[in-house]
Each structure stands twice: as structure tokens, then as C-alpha cells.
């Protein structure tokens, strides 16, 4: 089945991204599902529940992000690895893959119980909110383990092609943070500590099955050995070239979280925070489709790359940006016409459905950015196909900072729109931004191509 997944990369580029994609995709809604999930159950518990785990979306995003970086950093130096027919330094990449991952669970759990509670007052959280996101992100960050590993140990699977297995580890995952939501939240009566546990508990389970077919079944493309481990700087450096970028990534997505955050409180307070953080659960899972996409790319791309095949990799590219578009159009159509309904899932008691009208308006003008997001988002992963982080980070803060928290400090505070004004800069800041990036990535490309073209001539 590796080798098989190994073939797949090396060959038609668009058949790869397409045939990666699909797995990756229904992974990643899943995962996804996590936070709809829990906003469901824990809707059930008042508007503060809802604004306290909104609080925690920002250093949540961190956690995730830094997982999913070093995921990407992993999947970037083995593709690469694969694509030069290089299984020993692929396995060893793996390996240290692995030690990385250990290494930053432990760091990053105490830092983030540490600085918690400064940081949600900061994004204003206070009183009962405040208590509130405490409850939900205490457990959460004990067990940021389960996400490291998880998130990362998924990284090396799609290194090498094996998006399969990957979506089966997260089917598990959400099977059971589904059963074990409603159990912890209200049978147990823990609230919103619950959702955490119980997204704790599944992510364990999935990190499990994903070490067990790496580290014991072996049958993975990679051969992992911890035993015996000797530090190859060349090798960690590779993987974290990409991988810390790529967890800056979520960084600066956060930050620029943070600031929407305060933005949107200074205009509707807990009320506003509650609407755009119930709207956000429903675009951040319309947003999985196309991050699926992207990956696909960066894992095709990073085998074209390792092989200095820049048409296949100029294929791939142009083939993703395509395929988002057309799922980020259909998307959106989806989210504008079923707005209302959709808005309901998150607020149907008594108490929260005044959110309905603005959760509605969040997902009717912000959707409208998906179609376009997405040559941005196959442009941001491509960069990291080839190893280049730094122009992804680049790309993030010029979306997320430059132009998406300049538009809607413009639109929402400066020219007094309100919230509607954030919306409507959330969606202009990403339209302009990646078609910018889309423009800069076809550049690179045809960079590359002169670039090797004129080592073949060299060696001819």
C-alpha cells in the first residue's frame, strides 16, 4: 500500500492532488467537526459558555497550529525525500519527526498554562466568561499531547502518500468525541471543561492508531526507529524549516484573531463575540475542503520538487488552485443560502437565539471570500512543497495582519460600519491578498524553471 501511495505522488500531478485531496479532505472536516460538535453541546449552556470558549479560540489555534506546522514540516522534507528516491534520509526524517513533536507537547503545555488567564483577560474575557474559558482550556492544554501527535504524526503519513490511513485515525477520533460530548458536558456535569476531556480523550485515541502503524505494525513506506536515535542537525533542520514557519502560521492567524476579537468586542461586546465566534466554527469547517486541497498540493509539489520536475510541479499547482475554487464556489453557495438554519445549530434556546440574525449576516458576507482563498491557500502550501516556509509565513501576515485586520479595522471601526463592517473586511482583505499571492506563486515557478533549466544546460 506504501509503495503504491509513493507511486501516486510520482506520477500524474493532477490525478496526485486530486486522488490526495479527497482523504485529506474528509479527514479534515472531520477534525472540524470537533469544534461544531462542541459548540452544539455546549450552546446548551448559555451565551457566556458560548463567549468563553470563543476566548479560547486564539491560543487554541496556536496549540493546533504549531501541531499542524510541525505536521507540515514533516510532510515537506519526506516528499521531498520520496521524490529523490531517498527512503533512508524519508525514514530518518520521520524518525526525528517524532523527537520534534515530543519535545514541543512538553514545552508548549507549560507555557500555555502559564500564561492562560493573562491572555484571556487581555482578549477580554472577565467574569463569568472568564470562568468559563478557563474551564475549557485547562484540560485542553494538559492534554496537548494528543493533538501534537495526532496533527503531526498525520504529517508523516502524508509525506509518503498515505492520506487513507490518516482519515481513518480521525474517523475513530470523532466517532467518539461525538459519543463522549454530551456524556462529559451533561451526564457527568463537568460543562465545559467536558467538551475539552472529551476532545482530549478521542484525539488520544487517534494519535494511538497512528504510532501504532508507524512505530509498531511498520508498514509504512518510512522505517522509523526510535531506538538508538542519533540528532542529525541537516535532517531537523529540513523538517523545521518548514515546520516552524508553518506554525508561525497559526500564529499570526491567532494574533490576527485576537485583534477581530477586540475590534468585534469594543462594538457589540459579549453579544458580538458570541454571534462571530458561532459563525467562525461554521467557516473554519468551510474551510477544511480547500485546506485539503492546498495539502494535497504541498505533498505532490514536494515530490516534484525532490525529483526537479517543475512542470509536474506548475501542474499540481495550477490544478489545486482550480479545484479550490470550484469547491470554495460551491461552498459558498451552500453557506448563503442555508445561512439561517445553519446559524441555528449554534443557537436554538431561548437564550442564545437573538445570535441568529448575526450569526446569519457573518456567514452571508464573509463565505464570499472562500472561492478565491483558496489560489491563495494552494499558492501558501506550494511554498512549503518546496521548502520554503518563510514566503508562506510572509504570504500569512500580508493576509491575516496587513490586509484582513487592516480592512476591518477600516471598515468596522475607522469608518463606523460596525459589524457588518468587519464582515465585509474579513472577505476583502482574503480576496485581495490571494490574488496577489496566486500572481507572486506563478512567478516563483517560473523562477524555478529558468533556475534549472540553466543547471541541465551546466551539466549537459
Same mark, same amino acid.
Given at each position: ?104 507537547? #512538553? +514545552?508548549?503545555?507549560? *507555557? !500555555?498554562?502559564? =500564561?492562560?488567564? %493573562?491572555?484571556?483577560?487581555? &482578549?477580554?474575557?472577565? /467574569? ?41 485515525? #480521525? +474517523?475513530?477520533?470523532? *466517532? !467518539?468525541?461525538? =459519543?463522549?460530548? %454530551?456524556?462529559?458536558?451533561? &451526564?457527568?456535569?463537568? /460543562? ?42 541537516? +535532517?531537523?533542520?529540513?523538517? !523545521? ?220
Amino acid at each position: 500500500m506504501s509503495n503504491e501511495n509513493v507511486e501516486l505522488m510520482r506520477g500524474d500531478p493532477s490525478i496526485a492532488v486530486r486522488k490526495l485531496a479527497i482523504p485529506i479532505m474528509i479527514s479534515m472536516l472531520l477534525t472540524a467537526s470537533y469544534n461544531i460538535i462542541d459548540g452544539i453541546w455546549v450552546a446548551g449552556l448559555g451565551q457566556a459558555a458560548i463567549a468563553g470558549i470563543g476566548f479560547v479560540t486564539p491560543i487554541f489555534m496556536i496549540l493546533n497550529g504549531v501541531s499542524v506546522g510541525l505536521g507540515n514540516g514533516a510532510t515537506s522534507s519526506i516528499s521531498r525525500f520520496v521524490g529523490a528516491h531517498n527512503k533512508e534520509n524519508a525514514s530518518r526524517s520521520a524518525t526525528h519527526s517524532l523527537v520534534i513533536f515530543t519535545i514541543a507537547s #512538553v +514545552i508548549l503545555t507549560i *507555557v !500555555l498554562l502559564f =500564561i492562560q488567564e %493573562p491572555l484571556l483577560v487581555a &482578549y477580554g474575557a472577565s /467574569g463569568t466568561s472568564l470562568q468559563e474559558a478557563l474551564k475549557y482550556a485547562t484540560p485542553l492544554f494538559l492534554g496537548l499531547f494528543a493533538f501534537m501527535f495526532s496533527n503531526g504524526a498525520s504529517g508523516i503519513l502524508r509525506g509518503e502518500g498515505d492520506m487513507k490511513r490518516a482519515m481513518y485515525a #480521525v +474517523i475513530v477520533s470523532v *466517532v !467518539l468525541n461525538t =459519543i463522549l460530548d %454530551p456524556v462529559f458536558i451533561y &451526564y457527568l456535569g463537568l /460543562g465545559s471543561a467536558g467538551a475539552s476531556l472529551a476532545t482530549i480523550v478521542s484525539s488520544t485515541m487517534s494519535a494511538f492508531v497512528i504510532l501504532y502503524w508507524i512505530l509498531i505494525k511498520k508498514d509504512t513506506y518510512v522505517d522509523v526507529h526510535l531506538k538508538g536515535f542519533e540528532f542529525d542537525r541537516s +535532517i531537523t533542520m529540513d523538517i !523545521l524549516k518548514v515546520g516552524i514557519p508553518s506554525s508561525m502560521d497559526m500564529f499570526v492567524m491567532s494574533l490576527a484573531m485576537s485583534m477581530y476579537l477586540i475590534f468585534i468586542s469594543s462594538i457589540g461586546g459579549e453579544y458580538a463575540i458570541a454571534a462571530f465566534t458561532s459563525g467562525q466554527r461554521l467557516y473554519l469547517f468551510a474551510i477544511m475542503p480547500l485546506t485539503a486541497i492546498a495539502s494535497a498540493v504541498a505533498a505532490v509539489v514536494g515530490s516534484s520538487y525532490g525529483a526537479r520536475d517543475i512542470q509536474k510541479l506548475s501542474v499540481a499547482h495550477n490544478y489545486g488552485v482550480k479545484f479550490g475554487i470550484l469547491f470554495g464556489t460551491t461552498v459558498t453557495v451552500i453557506l448563503i443560502v442555508f445561512a439561517t438554519p445553519l446559524a441555528t445549530l449554534f443557537a436554538y434556546t431561548p437564550e442564545t437565539s437573538t445570535l441568529v440574525p448575526e450569526i446569519t449576516r457573518f456567514l452571508q458576507i464573509a463565505s464570499l471570500a472562500l472561492p478565491l482563498t483558496s489560489a491563495g491557500m494552494s499558492s501558501s502550501f506550494m511554498y512549503q512543497g518546496i521548502g520554503k516556509g518563510n514566503i508562506s509565513l510572509a504570504w500569512t501576515i500580508i493576509r491575516e495582519v496587513i490586509f484582513t485586520v487592516g480592512f476591518t479595522y477600516t471598515f468596522g471601526i475607522l469608518f463606523g460600519w460596525g459589524l457588518v463592517g468587519i464582515w465585509i473586511g474579513l472577505a476583502v482583505g482574503r480576496i485581495l491578498s490571494s490574488l496577489l499571492n496566486y500572481t507572486y506563486a506563478r512567478y516563483t515557478i517560473r523562477k524555478l524553471r529558468k533556475t534549472f533549466d540553466k543547471k541541465m544546460d551546466f551539466q549537459n
